[in-house]
């Protein structure tokens, strides 16, 4: 069930505005490639690279998730890889959230491995109360509490992706 709202259209819009700001200062200099992390970011990802002042390319990856658990079962496979060749570019790896941590240390790790020029992370959302593993997240949209979030991409059980706004969300009493 859907309990409160935690990120409105119009903090959205903020959040995405700054970003976007700082980013399109970052990207002064660069050969950049925006890779967004399937399918929790791509709404984020689409809001984000329109709000950039020039041409970048783009491409996404997809690792496991969590299924229909709300908790991470910190094994993480790779599903859909990149296409774009990213040796020598700096990449901006687009996430939704980063909770524990554990799924952004791997598509760092997979990332990494192809040899960019540069790296940086860009999360809409983060917990940081959550995390196991440090990991460095250039770009926050907002930090939220221990709570469990759907909407503007992120789910549950697949569900409530399309939502504008961002929820809290919580089992049914009992269920
Ligand atoms: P981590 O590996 O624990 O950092 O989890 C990262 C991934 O788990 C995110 O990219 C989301 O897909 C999912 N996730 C973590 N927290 C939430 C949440 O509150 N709502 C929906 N998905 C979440």
Known sequence: MLKRRVVTKQELDGILERLADEINRDLEGKDP???????????????????????????????????????????????KDLTVDIAGKDVYVVEDI???????????????ARHPRSLKVVALLSKPSRRKREVPVDFVGMEIPDVFVVGFGLDFAEQFRNLPEIWEFAMEEGG
């Not at 980063?98 to 990494?112: E, N, Q």
């Open 33 to 79: 490639v925006f890779v967004g992390v399937l399918k929790g970011a791509v709404y984020f990802f689409t809001a984000l690279t329109q709000r950039l002042t020039r041409s970048v390319a783009v491409d996404f990856i997809q690792v496991s998730s969590y299924g229909a658990s709300t908790s991470s079962s910190g094994m993480v496979t790779l599903i």
């Open 98 to 112: 980063v909770d524990t941590g554990i799924t952004l240390v791997d598509v760092l790790a997979l990332i990494a």
